[in-house]
């Protein structure tokens, strides 16, 4: 069973930047999407960003919500996964998840719960005014 953990979040002001990080044990190495996810209080859990990764072909896709200020990278020297988020509004306020999925392709249409296998905790991103 794959196993998926987040790392990165605190507390930022407003404007300011952050770098999530996702890895995944071994077993994800059948998994080829990677995507980024966020929930804040009292709203539905929102798909956010995915990259196809190991024999995948790196494609990436960012929602047009956050495009523009949320970036999603591999990085092969940390074997993970990252989030970059700049200019950071209190909108942005929620837990972060990183989810991994069978799915050979990544693409927004398709970035949704049901589509992705395994999932981590969560790390609380808090953006004060």
């Known amino acids: 069973q794959a196993q998926v953990a987040e790392s990165g979040g605190g507390l930022v002001q407003s404007g300011g930047s952050l770098r999530l990080s996702c890895t995944t044990s071994?077993?994800?190495?059948?998994?080829?999407?990677v995507g980024w996810f966020r929930q804040a209080p009292g709203k539905e859990r929102e798909g956010l960003s995915c990259i196809t990764v190991g024999d995948g072909d790196g494609s990436t896709h960012v929602q047009d919500s956050v495009k523009g200020r949320f970036t999603i990278a591999e990085d092969n020297a940390e074997k993970s996964v990252y989030l970059q988020m700049n200019n950071l509004k209190s909108e942005d306020t929620a837990v972060y998840y990183c989810?991994?999925?069978?799915?050979?392709?990544?693409?927004?249409?398709?970035?949704?719960?049901?589509?992705?296998?395994?999932w981590g905790q969560g790390t609380q991103v808090t953006v004060s005014s």
């Open positions: 071994e077993h994800a190495f059948n998994y080829y999407t």
């Open positions: 989810a991994v999925s069978a799915l050979t392709y990544c693409d927004l249409i398709r970035l949704r719960e049901h589509e992705y296998d395994y």
